[in-house]
Each structure stands twice: as structure tokens, then as C-alpha cells.
């Protein structure tokens, strides 16, 4: 740029901004406007539109699940003061209309509790309410290590 030359700045004037939407109010229901035809899809619109879906009972978050889990939770292995949850020895955990399938495994296949474990667990969650059957079994593949447990129960056993 030589000395003589000047620069200009355009100035965009904008119109004020619109006014921000009203902040929805709990436990009413949303206003939703429809679309125009050929307008915009407003995914948010559409999402609140739909109902709310509720949990299956016996789906993961559901209450008989989570009832399951709780006492699964209250069964400690007599050799570690953990429960048998934590320490990673519930594979699997499956309801299907009131008939609970627990998958497991034990520390070691020579675990002092290897006749009792199973039958301990099956009494627990039969006695939960909304359990009808419960079948355990007891698996040696993948074999149990200590990677299996959750960090409540490595910090409990002071391995964190």
C-alpha cells in the first residue's frame, strides 16, 4: 500500500437480535409448533413430540434389575471382604419375564465355596420379589483375574 492510498470499512448494520425463547417450565408439557411443509426438520421438536418410553422392569435400569443386582451385591465371598459383583464375578445377568439367568465364575476353580457359591446365589435372587425361576451357572472361561474387579473393590483391597 502506497502512502496515499486510504482504506474504507463497510459497516454491516443488523437489525436487533430476536428475542431468545421462553425457557421451558418442569412439568409442563412443551409447546411445539408444527413445521412448515418444505421447511426445516426440527429434530428437538420432533424428540419431544414422541412419548417418554419407560424401562422394561426387567431390562438393565429397571427396577427388577436393579433389585437383582442389589442382592447379587449383598453376597460377599467369605475369603475377601468384597462382594461377588464387584469382584468381577458376575459374567452375565439376563431376566426374561420373571426368570433370572446368572452367569459366574468363582476365583479359582478350587475355591472353598465352588459347591456353595452357586446355591447361595440362586437362593438370593429367588427371594427377591418378581423373580419366579433362577437358573446359575458357573463358567472357568474367561478364567477370573483380578482386572475383572471394579475400582470400588480395588480400593477396598487397597490394590488403587
Not at 10 to 27: F, I, L, N, Y
Not at 133 to 149: E, F, G
Request: net charge negative; hydrophobic share 40%.
Amino acid at each position: 500500500m502506497s502512502g496515499d492510498e486510504t482504506r474504507t470499512i463497510a459497516v454491516e448494520t443488523v437489525a436487533a437480535p430476536p428475542e431468545p425463547p421462553a425457557r421451558p417450565v418442569v412439568g409442563q408439557p412443551a409447546q411445539v409448533s408444527a413445521v412448515p411443509s418444505g421447511g426445516p426438520i426440527d429434530f428437538v421438536e420432533s424428540f419431544l413430540r414422541e412419548p417418554a418410553t419407560q424401562t422394561p422392569d426387567d431390562a438393565p435400569g429397571g427396577s427388577l434389575y436393579d433389585r437383582v443386582l442389589d442382592a447379587l451385591k449383598n453376597i460377599f465371598d467369605p475369603e475377601i471382604p468384597v462382594n461377588i459383583y464387584d469382584l468381577g464375578l458376575i459374567y452375565g445377568l439376563d431376566i426374561d419375564e420373571g426368570h433370572v439367568d446368572v452367569t459366574m465364575t468363582l476365583t479359582t476353580p478350587h475355591c472353598p465355596v465352588a459347591e456353595s457359591m452357586p446355591g447361595e446365589v440362586e437362593t438370593r435372587v429367588g427371594a427377591v420379589p418378581g423373580v419366579g425361576s433362577v437358573t446359575v451357572s458357573l463358567v472357568w472361561d474367561p478364567p477370573w483375574d483380578p482386572q475383572k474387579m471394579s475400582d470400588e473393590a480395588k480400593l477396598e483391597l487397597g490394590m488403587l
